[in-house]
């Protein structure tokens, strides 16, 4: 949501201002009314929405902590429609939570009953024009991050060594082809 991600205490600590701002913001809508078409699901009316790269875990529906993985080639999508402040407390219990809508899909449209959206990108305050289409292209960016990074399950998935194998030749081809 635009507002929070505007908000100075966002920097510092995203999850405690989320949480602080969002019931407010939710039971006090005053933005324009959105739909969101997202492969073949219709989410009429959602105060907030959430599109992201890869779904959020399951024990963290407000999109406040990781994601299990970055390159399953679908976008997660978290649409939220509460009425009261105790309703929007309760999305926190998880993904069954009432006016919670949780789906993936690799396009999602975001329609309004205005020209422009608030939205927040990437932590920065954006308007953009409606409707809002979002799409993955799998396989696009990759990243090399540490193995022992912070928030990484303990338990080390087995190596894929026909993909070492693979990236290896890749790598040796590329290196021979510089070397002429």
């Known amino acids: 949501m635009p507002?929070?991600?505007?908000?100075?205490?966002?920097?510092?600590?995203?999850?405690?201002?989320?949480l602080r701002m969002l019931p407010d913001l939710l039971t006090h809508h005053d933005g324009p009314r959105l739909s969101v078409r997202a492969?073949?699901?219709?989410?009429e009316q959602p105060?907030?929405?959430l599109v992201s790269n890869n779904l959020y875990r399951t024990d963290d529906p407000a999109g406040l902590g990781h994601r299990e993985r970055?390159?399953?080639?679908?976008?997660g999508v978290l649409g939220v429609k509460v009425d009261s402040a105790a309703?929007?407390?309760g999305i926190l219990r998880g993904p069954r939570a009432p006016g919670l809508a949780r789906l993936t899909a690799r396009e999602v449209v975001v329609e309004a009953d205005?020209?422009?959206?608030?939205?927040g990108v990437d932590g920065e305050a954006l308007q953009l024009p409606a409707p809002v289409r979002c799409r993955i292209r799998p396989g696009t960016l990759r990243v090399r991050v540490p193995r022992d990074r912070p928030?990484?399950?303990?338990?080390?998935p087995p190596t894929d060594w026909h993909r070492v194998r693979r990236l290896?030749?890749?790598?040796?081809?590329?290196?021979?082809?510089h070397e002429k």
């Open 3 to 18: 507002s929070v991600v505007q908000s100075p205490a966002y920097r510092d600590d995203k999850v405690r201002t989320t």
């Open 39 to 43: 492969e073949g699901v219709i989410v």
């Open 47 to 49: 105060q907030a929405v």
């Open 70 to 75: 970055l390159d399953s080639g679908v976008l």
């Open 87 to 89: 309703q929007a407390a």
């Open 114 to 119: 205005a020209d422009v959206i608030p939205v």
């Open 151 to 156: 928030g990484v399950p303990r338990g080390r």
């Open 168 to 177: 290896a030749l890749t790598a040796t081809r590329r290196n021979e082809g």
